[in-house]
């Protein structure tokens, strides 16, 4: 069983879309939860980040963690053809070492 | 630029080539990161260097060898490479042992072994 699961799609949307993207773990020792935004041909850039359950939100970006389901989830609303990239979650333990996901990629249709 | 640069950004090697992949971050972080990222997997963390001393080699096979001459700059030296090592690899930083702000990328070197 892998540490972290996540569907890799591709998942299509018309702009305007809701977008909800998701992860499982394992691992209960996992305490920070990230969200890695990749376009193609760039590395992997810092979304959102969370510690512990909880939501976070920032701007039409909303992140959830449930630990007690070990499921989290990144919310897009108001998805625009820019949001079009690969998204990662991410996840870190009290070792401070980050284990991905395997990414799934998302297409806003114009 | 994230702070983190890579070069070169595309690299294509023969099996019996030697090259190297340069690593430079300005952001003053003390933990840098080699990933592997190949199609339709997740990002696998090769080596880690903690304040210049080598902190985790994931069994990587010594065909790749790190080297990191001070806290700002990490190079992977490739020798005898396979085609199944084609891949982004992937430089990254962080401040050691800081949690939930997780690490700042390179845009990545795309490898092609032939």
């Known amino acids: 069983q892998k540490e972290v699961e996540q569907d890799p799609g591709p998942l299509s949307v018309p702009e305007g879309a809701i977008v909800s993207l998701n992860c499982t773990y394992s691992?209960?020792?996992?305490?920070?939860f990230m969200w890695y935004r990749q376009y193609s041909r760039k590395g992997p850039e810092l979304l959102m980040y969370t510690y512990s359950s909880g939501n976070k939100e920032d701007g039409r970006f909303t992140a959830q963690v449930d630990k007690s389901s070990k499921y989290i989830s990144l919310f897009i609303r108001d998805s625009q053809p820019s949001d079009s990239a690969t998204y990662l979650c991410?996840?870190?333990?009290?070792?401070?070492?980050?284990?991905f996901g395997s990414g799934t990629r998302l297409l806003v249709r114009p | 630029e994230t702070g983190v640069t890579q070069t070169p950004r595309h690299l294509v090697m023969g099996m019996t080539n030697k090259k190297s992949l340069k690593c430079e971050q300005h952001l003053g972080h003390n933990a840098m990161y080699w990933y592997k990222q190949s199609a339709k997997k997740p990002l696998e963390l090769m080596f880690v260097y903690n304040f210049k001393e080598q902190t985790e080699n994931n069994s990587v096979p010594s065909r790749f060898s790190p080297e990191c001459p001070n806290s700002s700059h990490l190079f992977l030296h490739l020798h005898t490479l396979q085609p199944e090592d084609s891949a982004l690899y992937l430089c990254a930083s962080s401040q050691e042992r800081v949690g939930g702000k997780g690490y700042t990328f390179g845009s990545g070197t795309r490898l092609t072994v032939v």
């Open positions: 691992n209960s020792a996992f305490q920070y």
């Open positions: 991410a996840m870190m333990d009290s070792s401070y070492k980050l284990i």
